[in-house]
């Protein structure tokens, strides 16, 4: 027989007053039904840096319908716990905080976003670190490396849901990451496209899931991009056009454009409609690699809301058309109706 951790604990605690386990164990069972052991849940993974983490969140721009438990969706969290999704979920242990003690990144609206596709329950497990570059400190090569910290998460994140009695596939991966690469250090960011191509092939070998769909987001910078207090990031550009090129030469994968979603005063960081936004997307092109592109229709543009605290207007767009140096893309700044 196996229980979650908090009743092992509960009948470990009442069993020491001398109370019978077995007593206790069918009292338990009669009112609480694990998942049958065939029962099966999509794994989501989410990594990357400080946009990932959602270091510039604010708990109270989230909808009253987001504040609340996400039903459909268990979230692992600081403890290595599976628990039910709600915010705050940052910061976890590794994250290295967020601005406002407490936040939460992408993984709300897009869990909200993809559960609501699926009419089934998802699992999410998330490791990101505030500040960190994919040509050291995130590269597979290098033992202790993020990248081996965040798959000893995720194995072990795992190994409790099928002790919970849960088959698991693991179905998606998202990524924000690639500021740090385009700060100061041409080297770093000319590698990019190369490093993140061997990452996602690793990842791929490493989870046994030659075809997991990778969603990412190209970062919000571009060359000589000011930012306050972090100083100027001069290769922007470069690392984003490493971005798009895997996108090209690696299957299996898509892009999120994010220049348009909402940032802090830092000018580096998104606020919390950002945040909201951009798991949203991550959500959305999840959906349309498993089912189509006319699967799931797009939510009606409403940036008339916006919140108080946003640094600035958000653009006055409609429909799935934004320019950008004359173009247009299939990806922006659409954004859910909250």
């Given at each position: 027989?196996?229980?979650?951790?908090?009743?092992?604990?509960?009948?470990?605690?009442?069993?020491?007053?001398?109370?019978?386990?077995?007593?206790?164990?069918?009292?338990?069972?009669?009112?609480?039904?694990?998942?049958?052991?065939?029962?099966?849940?999509?794994?989501?993974?989410?990594?990357?840096?400080?946009?990932?983490?959602?270091?510039?969140?604010?708990?109270?721009?989230?909808?009253?319908?987001?504040?609340?438990?996400?039903?459909?969706?268990?979230?692992?969290?600081?403890?290595?716990?599976?628990?039910?999704?709600?915010?705050?979920?940052?910061?976890?242990?590794?994250?290295?905080?967020?601005?406002?003690?407490?936040?939460?990144?992408?993984?709300?609206?897009?869990?909200?976003?993809?559960?609501?596709?699926?009419?089934?329950?998802?699992?999410?497990?998330?490791?990101?670190?505030?500040?960190?570059?994919?040509?050291?400190?995130?590269?597979?090569?290098?033992?202790?490396?993020?990248?081996?910290?965040?798959?000893?998460?995720?194995?072990?994140?795992?190994?409790?849901?099928?002790?919970?009695?849960?088959s698991v596939e693991i179905a998606g991966f998202f990524w924000m990451q690639g500021e740090s690469d385009a700060k100061s250090d041409r080297y770093m960011a000319s590698n990019y496209a190369q490093n993140f191509t061997h990452f996602i092939a690793r990842l791929r070998q490493d989870l046994n899931q030659p075809e997991l769909p990778v969603i990412y987001g190209l970062i919000p910078i571009v060359n000589q991009q000011s930012t306050t207090p972090f100083g100027t990031f001069e290769y922007g550009d470069i690392v984003r056009q490493a971005q798009f090129q895997v996108s090209q030469s690696v299957a299996h994968t898509r892009l999120v454009?994010?220049?348009?979603?909402?940032?802090?005063?830092?000018?580096?960081?998104?606020?919390?409609?950002?945040?909201?936004?951009?798991?949203?997307?991550?959500?959305?092109?999840?959906?349309?690699?498993?089912?189509?592109?006319?699967?799931?229709?797009?939510?009606?543009?409403?940036?008339?809301?916006?919140?108080?605290?946003?640094?600035?207007?958000?653009?006055?767009?409609?429909?799935?058309?934004?320019?950008?140096?004359?173009?247009?893309?299939?990806?922006?700044?659409?954004?859910?109706?909250?």
């Amino acid at each position: 027989m196996f229980y979650p951790k908090w009743v092992e604990k509960w009948l470990k605690l009442l069993a020491g007053k001398g109370m019978s386990v077995m007593v206790l164990t069918n009292t338990f069972l009669a009112s609480f039904s694990l998942p049958g052991r065939t029962a099966s849940i999509q794994l989501f993974i989410l990594a990357g840096q400080s946009n990932m983490v959602g270091y510039r969140s604010n708990l109270d721009d989230l909808p009253p319908y987001l504040q609340e438990p996400l039903s459909q969706v268990l979230w692992y969290d600081r403890q290595n716990e599976w628990v039910t999704l709600q915010a705050p979920t940052e910061p976890l242990p590794f994250s290295q905080g967020v601005a406002n003690s407490q936040g939460f990144g992408p993984e709300i609206t897009l869990a909200a976003t993809i559960s609501r596709h699926l009419k089934q329950p998802i699992a999410l497990v998330k490791y990101a670190q505030n500040g960190t570059n994919l040509e050291t400190q995130w590269n597979p090569k290098l033992e202790d490396s993020l990248y081996h910290q965040m798959l000893d998460r995720v194995q072990q994140a795992i190994a409790e849901l099928s002790r919970l009695g849960y088959s698991v596939e693991i179905a998606g991966f998202f990524w924000m990451q690639g500021e740090s690469d385009a700060k100061s250090d041409r080297y770093m960011a000319s590698n990019y496209a190369q490093n993140f191509t061997h990452f996602i092939a690793r990842l791929r070998q490493d989870l046994n899931q030659p075809e997991l769909p990778v969603i990412y987001g190209l970062i919000p910078i571009v060359n000589q991009q000011s930012t306050t207090p972090f100083g100027t990031f001069e290769y922007g550009d470069i690392v984003r056009q490493a971005q798009f090129q895997v996108s090209q030469s690696v299957a299996h994968t898509r892009l999120v454009e994010t220049l348009y979603f909402s940032r802090d005063a830092d000018n580096l960081h998104f606020h919390s409609l950002g945040l909201m936004s951009l798991g949203h997307h991550f959500a959305l092109q999840w959906v349309q690699m498993k089912c189509g592109f006319c699967c799931f229709l797009y939510p009606s543009l409403d940036w008339t809301k916006p919140s108080p605290a946003l640094f600035f207007e958000p653009l006055n767009l409609t429909g799935r058309q934004c320019l950008d140096s004359g173009e247009i893309h299939p990806n922006s700044p659409i954004t859910a109706p909250w």
